[in-house]
C-alpha cells in the first residue's frame, strides 16, 4: 500500500518536490484556482504557514482547473497567487484532482480520506507527522476553522 512518502509533484518552477522530504512533519495539501470565489482562503493558509513553518508545517498548493476557474498558464497562477495573497509556499504545476486522468496523490487522498470525488476548489488534506491523514477538510471550511488541528498534529511528535 501506499503511503504519502511515495508521492511526488512538481513545483511551478519545474523543481521536483519529493515527497520523502516531509517525513516528520505536518503536511497541508490544498487544491487550489485563483480565480475560485474561495480563493481569498490563500490568504489565511499563507498565515498558518508563516505561523507553524518553523514548527514543521509544510503546506502545498496544487492549482486544478477542473472547475474552470484557474488562470491559463503555471507562470499566471504563481504572479496572481503571489501578488493579491502573499502566497511563498510551494505551489505545482496544474492538476487534475478528478477523473481517469487525475494526479496519483489525489487518488491516493481520496481513498485514504475515504470521501471520493473532490467536489470543488480548496479541499485540504491535512497529514500528521507519521504521514497519516488526519483530517480532509471541504472547500468552504476557512483555514482558521483548522488551525487547532495544525496545532495538534504539531505537538504530536
Known amino acids: 500500500m501506499a503511503t504519502i512518502y511515495d508521492f511526488s509533484e512538481t513545483e511551478m518552477n519545474g523543481d521536483k518536490i519529493d515527497f520523502n522530504d516531509y517525513k516528520g512533519k505536518v503536511v497541508l495539501i490544498v487544491n487550489t484556482a485563483s480565480k475560485c470565489g474561495l480563493a481569498p482562503q490563500l490568504e489565511g493558509i499563507e498565515a498558518l504557514y508563516k505561523k507553524y513553518h ?15 476557474q484557474e488562470l491559463g498558464s503555471d507562470e499566471e497562477t504563481s504572479e496572481y497567487c503571489q501578488m493579491h495573497y502573499g502566497v ?3 505551489m505545482t504545476k496544474q ?28 479541499t485540504k488534506f491535512l497529514i500528521g507527522r507519521d504521514g497519516q491523514m488526519i483530517e480532509r477538510f471541504a ?3 476557512k483555514p482558521e476553522k483548522f488551525e487547532s488541528d495544525i496545532v495538534s498534529a504539531l505537538e504530536d511528535k
Do not use: C, M
Open 54 to 68: 518553523e514548527q514543521g508545517l509544510e503546506v502545498l498548493g496544487l492549482p486544478s482547473n477542473q472547475f474552470h
Open 88 to 90: 511563498t509556499f510551494p
Open 95 to 122: 492538476v487534475k484532482v478528478n477523473g481517469d486522468d487525475e494526479d496519483a496523490l489525489f487518488t491516493y487522498l481520496k481513498e485514504t480520506a475515504g470521501h471520493g470525488r473532490i467536489k470543488w476548489n480548496f
Open 139 to 141: 472547500p468552504t471550511t
